[in-house]
């Protein structure tokens, strides 16, 4: 289809608990991109592949993020032991070249409590 | 450092009242600048994209402009349904395909 597919939508996790987000990009698409929304529109980088590789993971925090896309299985964006700051939404986006516009997924709502 | 500005934060208009939004940046080389119109709840939908200082592009009610240091987005005749959150985003040449966000303008058209 030509949406890219985020689940869960809302995600409640209780500090310290891991939390693990799923996108599905559009096929044909090779670029996958994570971005992360706070309060006000901030809109924050995390990650990006080119099919399965990772292709820029400069805003990702190094120490409880960690992302992957396989081959035939939806990309997926896990957080080790979540702190209370990880609340946010998660959206997933995928792009066939990477340099036009983006189809973004409709997000992920994670609460960490 | 690379910085994306828009104004206002938030705009009410009356049902046929015409305004522009303004999204100002600062970037080391633009690849492309980006519009994105947010709905409450949703992802960012796609609106336009603008490479080079001139480019103009239209859709519907909508009109982006751009030049080497901002871009415009005319909304002409508003109508109730084109109240949302309108993103603009950059690009910067030789970096990875990153957009980096403005924090967005809240419109809101009333009948």
């Known amino acids: 289809g030509e949406e890219v597919a985020q689940t869960p939508k809302h995600l409640v996790r209780g500090e310290g608990q891991k939390a693990k987000l799923y996108c599905a990009p559009i096929k044909g698409h090779s670029y996958v991109f994570w971005y992360q929304q706070v309060l006000k529109n901030e809109f924050k980088f995390l990650i990006s592949f080119q099919n399965e590789n990772v292709f820029d993971e400069t805003g990702m925090p190094k120490e409880r993020f960690s992302a992957k896309c396989l081959p035939n299985s939806p990309c997926s964006l896990e957080i080790q032991a979540t702190k209370l700051e990880d609340s946010a939404v998660y959206f997933c986006?995928?792009?066939?070249?990477?340099?036009?516009?983006?189809?973004f997924g409709s997000g992920t709502r994670l609460t960490v409590v | 450092e690379d910085q994306v500005t828009q104004s206002p934060e938030a705009l009410r208009l009356q049902e046929g009242e015409s305004s522009s939004l303004n999204c100002s940046y600062t970037v080391s080389g633009l690849r492309g600048l980006f519009w994105y119109r947010q709905d409450p709840g949703k992802g960012p939908e796609f609106l336009f994209t603008?490479?080079?200082a001139g480019e103009e592009k239209e859709k519907e009610r909508l009109k982006a402009t751009l030049t080497k240091k901002e871009s415009f987005l005319h909304i002409t005749a508003p109508k109730p349904e084109d109240s949302a959150t309108y993103l603009c985003?950059?690009?910067?040449?030789?970096?990875?395909?990153?957009?980096?966000f403005g924090s967005g303008t809240r419109l809101l058209v009333r009948p």
């Open positions: 603008l490479y080079s």
């Open positions: 986006a995928s792009s066939p070249e990477g340099r036009e516009g983006y189809t």
């Open positions: 985003a950059v690009q910067v040449r030789d970096s990875s395909y990153k957009l980096i």
